[in-house]
């Protein structure tokens, strides 16, 4: 079955470590990925996105994201941890061909401590 | 560029009353989703619209909610009678699919609704 998958619930940091946040797919086809930020009371703000392009893929506020066809995945890095990047994080996609279906991960809560 | 709108922010009403949403995507997208997300939960889509028509409403509780995308822009999502497991936050997204884009969505803040 096709589908998205975040492999942890909630990663916690310190400000100024890295950060990985981890993200599977399962597709029959050349998947469309992103990654999505929500802070508190907010909606939903793209960070990045994959659409067959570069592998490597940077977005704003210092995040990337590899993609992996060999390993299935697009884990989303950052290498400095800010106070401010603590949020809930989707990995989002589609993963059926086209784009008649948005799969959303469970999310992933980053904290970041001081 | 103007992002999505939407409205009322922050709504609480009793059960068994009903409340309406609205949306406007951004100008241009033809394509619509109504999400709901509970507390502490990711996003569940209740309803997809692909210009004025319904492309999936799989999982829209049809025996009290109901959407409308009139001339392919602008939407509502209403609930009546409202429970109080629909408290939640209903996130409207708009994007491209379907016009040449690369179907990222677009969120609108949300509307927050309390049902007490």
């Known amino acids: 079955a096709q589908s998205v998958t975040q492999l942890d619930s909630h990663v916690s940091v310190s400000e100024g470590t890295p950060v990985l946040l981890r993200c599977n797919y399962s597709?029959?086809?050349?998947?469309?990925l992103f990654w999505y930020v929500q802070h508190p009371n907010k909606g939903l703000q793209l960070l990045l996105k994959?659409?067959?392009?570069?592998?490597l893929v940077k977005g704003i506020n210092g995040f990337e994201a590899e993609f992996k066809k060999s390993e299935t995945s697009f884990h989303l890095t950052k290498p400095s941890a800010h106070m401010s990047d603590a949020a809930e994080y989707f990995c989002?996609?589609?993963?059926?061909?086209?784009?008649?279906?948005?799969?959303f991960g469970a999310g992933t809560r980053l904290a970041v401590h001081p | 560029e103007a992002g999505v709108a939407q409205s009322p922010r922050y709504k609480i009403i009793e059960k068994r009353q009903s409340v309406a949403f609205w949306c406007n995507p951004i100008?241009?997208?033809?394509?619509l989703y109504w999400y709901q997300q509970i507390l502490g939960q990711g996003p569940k889509l209740l309803i997809q619209?692909?210009?004025?028509?319904?492309?999936?409403d799989s999982q829209l509780p049809k025996d009290r909610f109901s959407a409308e995308r009139l001339k392919g822009v602008d939407s509502t999502l209403k609930i009546q009678p409202a429970k109080l497991e629909d408290s939640a936050v209903y996130l409207c997204?708009?994007?491209?699919?379907?016009?040449?884009?690369?179907?990222?969505?677009?969120f609108g803040e949300g509307s927050r609704l309390t049902v007490l």
């Open positions: 997204a708009s994007s491209s699919y379907g016009t040449g884009g690369t179907g990222e969505l677009f």
């Open positions: 597709s029959s086809y050349s998947p469309s």
């Open positions: 994959y659409t067959s392009a570069a592998t």
């Open positions: 989002v996609g589609y993963v059926s061909g086209g784009y008649n279906k948005l799969i």
């Open positions: 100008s241009g997208h033809a394509t």
């Open positions: 619209f692909q210009n004025n028509g319904v492309v999936d």
